[in-house]
């Protein structure tokens, strides 16, 4: 089984900065490309970025230049650093691990972290 969790989340000043951090644990048969989600308080959950096996990321467009997702620097975990926040950055931030390149006959699955807050204070 393989377990994926979060931590960092916490009250950050407005134009202040926070890193979260993810990973996985257990038995891992396969690689993981990963994404960054969040989702405020009446609203969908929204994508925040992601970065695949080979390092090649994506951002959504709220985050762009302000955020940097990066791998490690232990293996299986990843990293999102904010800067510049504002309350439009404030909600449940979420990790997700989806499994690629996987060996022998293993079915890749996804796997979701329970969440980690994140509250912008003005």
């Known amino acids: 089984q393989v377990q994926v969790a979060e931590r960092g989340g916490r009250s950050v000043q407005a134009g202040g900065s926070l890193r979260l951090s993810c990973g996985a644990s257990g038995l891992m048969y396969c690689s993981f490309n990963w994404s960054w989600y969040r989702q405020a308080p009446g609203k969908e959950r929204e994508f925040v970025g992601s970065i695949d096996t080979r390092d090649v990321v994506d951002y959504g467009d709220s985050v762009k230049g302000r955020f940097t997702i990066s791998q490690g620097p232990a293996m299986n975990t990843v990293r999102l650093e904010m800067k510049d926040l504002s309350g439009g950055d404030a909600g449940m931030y979420y990790c997700?691990?989806?499994?690629?390149?996987?060996?022998?006959?293993?079915?890749?699955?996804?796997?979701w972290s329970q969440g980690t807050q994140v509250t912008v204070s003005s």
């Open positions: 997700k691990a989806d499994e690629v390149e996987c060996n022998g006959s293993r079915s890749p699955k996804t796997y």
